[in-house]
């Protein structure tokens, strides 16, 4: 049975940082991908981030997370990360991570429906 546990979520002030984990179980993350999306409230769910573990761990993001959200694994079996640094009060919702195909367009376009499993979330507030 496919599993995905989000943890790490929490409240921050404006600039600061948190780091998110997806514990994965129940398939080869060696063969996958993992998107990290989130969701505002009233907003759509959208992607932030994707490692491709299939394709040598390559990265992608969203223009609005550049440069501050970093994701990573340490060891083959994950879990996998998503480091959030300077975060802005946008950057609040609940952030999912999901499984996806170890090839092709599904990371980097980090296109919801090609994402085949899901966790349940976890909140991040990014509040003064």
């Known amino acids: 049975q496919v599993q995905l546990v989000e943890s790490g979520g929490g409240s921050v002030q404006p600039g600061g940082s948190l780091k998110l984990s997806c514990a994965t179980s129940?398939?080869?993350?060696?063969?996958?991908?993992i998107a990290w999306f989130r969701q505002a409230p009233g907003k759509e769910r959208e992607g932030v981030s994707c490692?491709?573990?299939?394709?040598?761990?390559?990265?992608y993001y969203a223009d609005s997370v550049k440069g501050r959200f970093i994701t990573s694994r340490d060891t083959p079996k994950g879990p996998v990360y998503l480091q959030m640094n300077s975060l802005k009060p946008e950057d609040t919702g609940v952030y999912y991570c999901?499984?996806?195909?170890?090839?092709?367009?599904?990371?980097?376009?980090?296109?919801?429906?090609?994402?085949?499993?899901w966790g349940q979330g976890t909140q991040v507030t990014v509040s003064s």
């Open positions: 999901a499984e996806g195909p170890g090839y092709g367009s599904a990371c980097p376009t980090m296109s919801r429906a090609a994402f085949r499993s």
């Open positions: 490692i491709s573990v299939a394709d040598n761990d390559l990265t």
């Open positions: 129940g398939f080869t993350l060696d063969y996958s991908s």
